[in-house]
């Protein structure tokens, strides 16, 4: 009998789980796939390794979720320190995000003239530094006793007395006001799109605030990937049952039996990291259909991604920055105006072998665009996809039209859905428009007595900083002295 049953290895399963058995209580993970990470992480084909979604940890620092939970928990990652964190390469004009602030501004400063680039960092500064200092410490959400009400209150209190009225402010009202030019717009969309998951004109200015300032804290790349990391995590689980698909589970008086691929086991309390769409078919329970039913019309536009993956000689100069963000024209395959390119560090013995580097590249599409298409309308479609990314890298990046590449491998929605079993492929959470945040965001509650979420689908959101905060905020309400 264990205490704890996790549901999935991606990075809140196992963020949780390490919290939890730290804790002291007996804890089992099972991973369907036979690595862990989900979205963040690290497969094998042909012989190299590719990070399968995310390639980028940001937030080390032990005032910081991740960095927090890094030092409580014991584990050291193996990282690199990139600085920039992210070259981005416009149509006319490239711009580096420095991690020093005022560098960052006279970057972009020279890179957009026109507009008012220091009075609108100024103003993100100030929300994102004072929403910084509460996260590590954010109590549960959604409040539900009257302790929880108070830290709520005092955490929302201590965020305005910080960040002022703009924390409260949508990104349109504030962003407005500084932007004069179309092309800074675009530039603070696209960024807005890979941390918030919408555009400045759909998020509130407290979030878009985190996600434009993301390059100034500390951002690295994870040496042996993004699943080198999620591994270090989970060895603090004592139980992780990788290949092991959790396919039915029953409550069993006060306990639960949960049904897998390699047997039964039992459990006092069960942690889903699943997407909130995707779990109700483990029960037998229609609550948590109903549930999901009406999460799925009330957060019907989501996002998937599509990647490439490939392994390309490393003829780069010394200083070639690791991420890169390339915008371009519509592409009519995803609906998308830019993808984000990675590349492994080349003294990283398992993503770069020989003299190469692993590439994970990745973009966000409509769902709707990869569904109903026939065997061949969808390799078409992949095939579609991969030249127009190459294309534009071509054009953007020279150096990669003649260097030496692998295989390309194409992941799409099915994909996601097929091996992270992200449900129709969605990823990245549900994005953080005004009109559901946070109060309408879901939380890790479900109706089921001790059965939580964790994971990007649930408050605050995605990305190993705010999955962190989700997981942290989970366990505070599970075991409330755990993290004190
Ligand atoms: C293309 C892309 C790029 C990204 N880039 C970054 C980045 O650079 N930095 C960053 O911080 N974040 C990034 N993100 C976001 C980040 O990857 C995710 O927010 C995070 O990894 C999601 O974690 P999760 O806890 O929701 O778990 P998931 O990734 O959803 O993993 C869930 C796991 O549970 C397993 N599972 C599900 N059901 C079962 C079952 N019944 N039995 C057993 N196992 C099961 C799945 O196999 C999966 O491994 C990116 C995401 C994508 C898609």
Not at 195 to 200: K, L, M, W
Not at 290 to 310: C, N
Not at 455 to 470: E, L, N
Request: net charge positive.
């Amino acid at each position: 009998m264990y205490d704890e049953a996790i549901v999935g290895g991606g990075v809140g399963g196992i963020l949780t789980g390490a919290m939890l058995a730290h804790g002291g209580r007996a804890v089992i993970l099972f991973e369907a796939m036979d690595y862990l990470g989900g979205c963040s992480g690290t497969f094998k084909r042909g012989g190299f390794a590719y990070n399968a979604g995310a390639t980028t940890l940001v937030g080390l620092s032990p005032a910081l979720p991740l960095g927090f939970l890094a030092q409580t928990l014991g584990v050291t990652l193996s990282v690199k320190a990139i600085d920039p964190a992210l070259r981005v390469h416009l149509p006319d004009r490239e711009v580096r995000m420095f991690q020093n602030r005022s560098r960052l501004v006279g970057e972009l400063s020279r890179a957009f003239p026109q507009d008012d680039v220091e009075g609108l960092w100024k103003r993100i500064f100030r929300v994102s530094d004072s929403a910084w200092s509460v996260m590590r410490d954010l109590p549960p959400f959604p409040p539900r006793s009257v302790k929880e009400l108070r830290s709520a209150a005092r955490a929302l209190m201590h965020l305005v007395a910080q960040g002022g009225p703009d924390v409260l402010r949508s990104a349109k009202t504030v962003v407005s006001s500084h932007v004069k030019t179309p092309p800074f717009r675009h530039f603070l969309d696209q960024l807005l799109l890979i941390t918030n998951q919408a555009f400045s004109d759909e998020v509130p200015f407290l979030a878009g605030a985190l996600g434009l300032s993301y390059t100034t804290l500390d951002n690295y790349s994870a040496l042996g990937g993004m699943g080198a990391a999620a591994e270090a995590f989970a060895r603090k689980i004592p139980v992780v049952m990788k290949q092991t698909l959790v396919r039915k589970i029953e409550r069993n008086g006060g306990t639960f039996r949960l049904h897998t691929t390699r047997g039964s086991f039992e459990a006092r309390r069960v942690i889903l990291n699943r997407d909130v769409w995707g779990a109700a078919s483990l029960f037998d329970d229609p609550s948590l259909k109903t549930l999901e039913t009406k999460r799925q019309v009330r957060y019907r536009d989501r996002w998937g991604a599509v990647t490439l993956h490939f392994m390309v000689r490393n003829d780069f100069p010394g200083d070639f920055e690791a991420h890169h963000q390339i915008h371009h024209p519509l592409n009519p395959e995803t609906g998308s105006r830019s993808f984000f390119l990675s590349l492994s560090e080349p003294s990283d013995e398992r993503l770069s072998p020989g003299g190469f580097r692993s590439v994970t590249i990745s973009t966000h599409t409509e769902l709707p665009r990869w569904e109903n298409l026939s065997l061949d309308g969808y390799r078409d479609k992949k095939d579609r996809f991969r030249d127009f990314v190459l294309l534009a890298l071509y054009r953007a990046i020279p150096e990669f039209r003649n260097a030496e590449k692998g295989a390309i491998l194409v992941g799409t929605p099915r994909t996601f859905a097929r091996y992270t079993r992200r449900t129709g492929g969605t990823v990245g959470g549900i994005p953080l428009r005004l009109r559901h945040f946070p109060l309408g965001y879901p939380s890790s509650l479900t109706p089921l007595e001790n059965v939580y979420f964790v994971g990007d689908s649930v408050f605050p959101g995605q990305g190993w900083p705010g999955v962190a905060v989700g997981a942290m905020g989970l366990v505070r309400r599970l075991e409330p002295d755990l993290l004190t």
